[in-house]
């Protein structure tokens, strides 16, 4: 049985010279949503975070984005489930994915870090990884050695139209998003290539 998504977090760096970067896809992700909503965020001390809420009808969900950097993304989101009484089940995180291709995106549920520095303080931090996750595919730089100024680094104009695509098709489906149906979003956006 699906529950409602109280929690939907975007993962990415502060500032505006991370702003555009792949790295930062989590927060594009997440600002295209709530401007499609009509909502602004507000910053917010006690989470270390920017955040929003969305009301409307059964709905009821809080928007946030971390300000502490990508590897301490945990803090806000430990801070908001505690606060809020909310569930690992009810939370969505959004983030760049390296082992997709540019322009894919694919739900999944719970799972390990995969070595995203971002992922990887949530799951310390709340205790475990049962959260539902959107990842961004911004492909791979072909070395491993490459991957830090990769994702650090702002897509090309057709990459970045490609995110950007793959990022308004699922927000298409965000009535799904929000009641937490993730299996019905997996059998509709993971088959799908760009």
Same mark, same amino acid.
């Given at each position: 049985m699906s529950k409602p998504l109280k929690l939907i977090v975007g993962l990415g760096n502060p500032g505006p010279e991370h702003l555009m970067?792949?790295? @930062?896809? $989590? &927060?594009? &992700?997440?600002?295209? /949503?709530?401007?499609? *909503?009509? *909502?602004? &965020?507000n910053t917010d001390k006690k989470f270390s975070a920017e955040t929003c809420r969305f009301q409307q009808g059964d709905i009821d969900c809080w928007f946030c984005k971390p300000l502490t950097y990508m590897n301490e993304s945990g803090t806000a989101v430990q801070a908001m489930m505690s606060y809020y009484k909310i569930a690992v089940d009810e939370v969505l995180v959004i983030h760049d994915e390296i082992d997709l291709d540019v322009g894919v995106a694919r739900f999944k549920i719970g799972g390990g870090h995969g070595g995203q520095n971002g992922l990887r303080d949530i799951i310390q931090k709340i205790g475990g990884n049962g959260f539902n996750r959107l990842r961004v595919g911004i492909g791979h730089p072909g070395s491993k050695d490459k991957v830090v $100024?990769?994702? *650090? %680094? =702002?897509? +090309?104009?057709?990459?970045?139209?490609?995110? /950007?695509?793959a990022i308004a098709a699922v927000i298409d489906d965000r009535d799904l998003?929000? !009641?937490?149906?993730? +299996? !019905?979003?997996? @059998? %509709?956006? @993971?088959? !799908?290539? =760009?």
């Open positions: 970067t792949r790295h @930062n896809a $989590g &927060f594009w &992700f997440i600002d295209a /949503l709530t401007r499609h *909503l009509g *909502l602004n &965020f $100024g990769y994702v *650090l %680094s =702002r897509p +090309n104009r057709e990459d970045e139209e490609h995110i /950007l695509n998003i929000f !009641k937490g149906e993730i +299996n !019905k979003l997996m @059998n %509709s956006h @993971n088959q !799908k290539q =760009r």
